[in-house]
């Protein structure tokens, strides 16, 4: 039997759409984290299962507060943390009775490590047949590069993501976030959030298997448009658009200002904004195939305009005009501003604040608070008397 | 009553986690339409509504291929379509049978023009109160912003990422790929699939807010703590990592490669493999923080043993010792490699190759060939068969 301790601190979590959902999170640094994070702020239950000691690698990263690393804070707030150590065999029956009551399995490492340590997805259905057993690694479970281990600059330089980003006449250049990290924690998040839809059709649960790279395969929709019909590399467009212009950034008369100009109508508008209606009446720039066509000379055209006001001049003018243009904002003005403030995607958790949920689904909390991320095995002693004495594949336990 | 035909193209649906799930799907362009793909990927019914003659703008985006837009093709394969003049109250009445019986609905004009389309939340909740209304637009349903017009480029600009992307002596910079508009679909599915989750547990449906600008700024990470921390900008890294050294591209003696060390002991192994074992043993060099105070001095040490070969070289030899390192490939590569192909990367609709399906759960289909994007109202009389007789709100549809 569980003891009669059934939640280390229930009573703080946000309602959410898993509210009930138990996930048991074996994973680090980024990809894996940033999806159980997903999963705590919509409600489930996370509690991470850490080596002793060392704990997350992250907790190693900086920046450092205090002496500790807020890389970890911030993807892993709202988590519980135990310290079990595999390779012991009290350690080991506590993660499986975890693993008989929890709903989610979450695990990055590299594809292997879970079986060498007893984990394999047969045996982890055995242990209870209604998990969601999910695989989050750079490569994927399968194909011959699974077992290579991975980090986000491999998987955007594999990818063909560097080869373009970045400006014609300049080197392959990594987008300045981890993407492929992320978006391989969204799809981990997504595969689980859809495999718990469909348990609730079928009675049982399911193996996911994500990958870093397949997730950034997805997101190559343009360049491997441009190959599979031309034959040809999209190359590196620096600002620009594959396919739409005027889509780029352009220089006013102090610094630059993106303008994206979708459709036809959207076109006209803009050059009445730029004092150059003559342009849109130019057969050269009539629709957006022979405006993509002469992108070179409409470039020339409209820098011509903009030349005669500010950046903030024409963002006003052009944006009244409803054309969609925008600042280049740093960081800091990007977390700042009032929309981000409205949206509450700066939360605070432990006085630090971090970047919230995008997730807004009516009938739930999204507070501006947060439990902080957990101390190093901070729940353990809590969690192991949950856990620690149900026995090894017990029905008492599997049926909590 | 609605007619006797169910269904205007059954049995030819991949099975997954969504099949017998319907979603109207409103959206048009790229962030939209990529959320409802992959609805459709992964077994629901996407009934996509398109504008009468000119439908989806997006069919007027090269390239083409035999006068049709390839763009187009790339994320609306799976779907069905019919055209509807929302003002047009016949139209609109169909639309309206259609809400009382689907699953979910998707779209992503700008906020406003649903309501003014007699499409308000309050309305559709009328309609089917277990219906999941999903919104995805450049800045939410809420805040100052909510009115404006967006685009992937403009949300690059504004959320700080093309601050944060580049070379330290160049020009802020688009990452090369739509990640604005794909990760706010992709957030969009998540929070779909959240819901029909959660609806199996209350009985009702929700409405969802996506907004692009929310998800790049929860992909802000690295650059929020550096501002959250030390009160500066991250500014352009090129290709290294704000936290971790060495983290970046480096150059052998004909190409950079990509090389990424996440800890101290794959810093030992590194050393080793370049025959630089002094490195691992340099106080400079002991752990990650050290390293990364010291980057510029590792840097100069390390393409010093890389200029000794090539990059096809130093791949093999610190590959092998496990050491995440990487070619950085072209599109082309990425396309047609055995990893991409074992993973089932690249689909076929239609005879075209396409980008496949990230989500792997274990228990479905992960077809090699997909049903092709529609042609215009392809499927329009078969749907207005179904649906067209419907009455507004009529209780036999709304309970089918």
Partial sequence: MASDVTDADNGNRPTGPFSGVTVIDLSRVLAGPFCTMLLADMGARVIKVEAPKT????????????GESVYFKFVNRGKESIALNL????DHAVLEAMIA???VLVENFRPGTMDKLGFTADAVAKLNPRIIYASCSGFGQTGPMSHLPAYDTVVQALSGLMSITGHPDGPPTRAGISVADLTSGLYTFSAIASALYAREKTGHGARVDIAMLDGMISYMIHGAMEYVVHGRELGRLGNGH???TPFDTYQAADEQIAICVGGDEVFVRLCKAIERDDL?????????????????ALRLEIEGALARGSAEHWIGVIGTAGVPCAKIQSVSEAIESPQTAARNM???????????????????????????????DADGAAIRREFGNAGKGSDAAAGS
């Fill in 55 to 66: 704990g997350d690698d992250s907790r190693g990263y900086g920046p450092f507060l205090n």
């Fill in 87 to 90: 390779k012991n065999a009290d």
């Fill in 101 to 103: 009551r929890a709903d």
């Fill in 242 to 244: 594959a396919s739409i």
């Fill in 280 to 296: 849109a009446a130019d057969t050269r720039f009539a629709r957006n195939r022979d405006r993509h066509t002469h992108q070179h």
């Fill in 346 to 376: 700066i939360v605070e958790a432990g006085g630090l604040r971090m970047t919230g949920n995008p997730i807004k689904i009516s009938g739930y909390d999204d507070p501006t608070t947060r439990r902080p991320a957990p101390g190093l």
